[in-house]
């Protein structure tokens, strides 16, 4: 039973545009969500956090917005870019585990 | 800058084989953590350490094992490698469930 869900394999998105990758929970108990983001033949990266305390953290082009309302949370990329290329992974945690329970990821292509 | 090291990049194994996976990282975590990463699967959890010496498995743990003797060093063992196990391996380490930080990964082919 997947507890966070990304329903979308892969996303083109044309350079400059906007990029909005979604992901989905069911597990009301999580607090605490994280976009990594990974390029081929390398481990996945540290993009971006955002507690249930929160629905937006913003970082420079990136934008996380959570509706626990709906468990749903969204990563936007604004300008989109060709080093934005990559596999994104959603991921979530509660309070009380050691662990994340990550989605399958979301293969995001930039064209020029 | 925190430091995960994994000790091959590239490994190429025959079935049956022994297989370590070495991983080491510098930060002084408590916990790490061994995935694998198959394309549409996303990041499936094998076997995670929370101190020196203890282990719990993952969602995968069969056909493998681990070992944590010393905080910074945990190692993933293929008692007897399959060609299923062909895969993207990913050591990480964390202080918190809130952040995990990864190596570079160990991409394994089984022949």
């Known amino acids: 039973d997947q507890q966070v869900k990304q329903n979308s394999p892969s996303l083109s998105v044309q350079e400059g545009r906007i990029s909005i990758l979604n992901c989905d929970y069911t597990?009301?108990?999580?607090?605490?969500f994280l976009w990594y983001k990974k390029y081929p033949a390398e481990g996945p990266t540290f993009l971006i956090s955002?507690?249930?305390i929160k629905d937006k953290n913003e970082d420079g082009r990136f934008t996380v917005f959570l509706n626990k309302s709906a468990k749903h949370l969204s990563l936007h990329i604004v300008p989109s870019q060709p080093g934005d290329s990559a596999v994104y992974f959603c991921?979530?945690?509660?309070?009380?585990?050691?662990?994340?329970?990550w989605g399958a990821g979301t293969k995001l292509i930039i064209k020029p | 800058d925190v430091k995960v090291t994994q000790s091959s990049r590239y490994l190429v194994k025959r079935t049956g084989e022994k297989v370590f996976l070495e991983c080491v990282q510098d930060?002084?975590?408590?916990?790490m953590f061994w995935y694998r990463q198959d394309p549409g699967l996303g990041l499936r959890l094998i076997y995670f350490?929370?101190?020196?010496?203890?282990?719990e498995k993952g969602d995968i743990p069969e056909g493998y094992s681990v070992s944590r003797e010393k905080k910074e060093r945990f190692s993933l063992i293929l008692e007897s490698a399959s060609t299923n196990q062909t895969s993207m391996y990913l050591c990480?380490?964390?202080?918190?469930?809130?952040?995990?930080?990864f190596g570079p990964g160990t991409r394994l082919t089984v022949t």
């Open positions: 597990n009301s108990m999580f607090d605490y």
């Open positions: 350490s929370y101190d020196v010496k203890m282990k």
């Open positions: 955002i507690s249930s």
């Open positions: 930060m002084d975590h408590e916990n």
């Open positions: 991921a979530a945690s509660e309070d009380s585990n050691y662990q994340l329970i």
């Open positions: 990480a380490s964390s202080l918190s469930g809130r952040a995990v930080y």
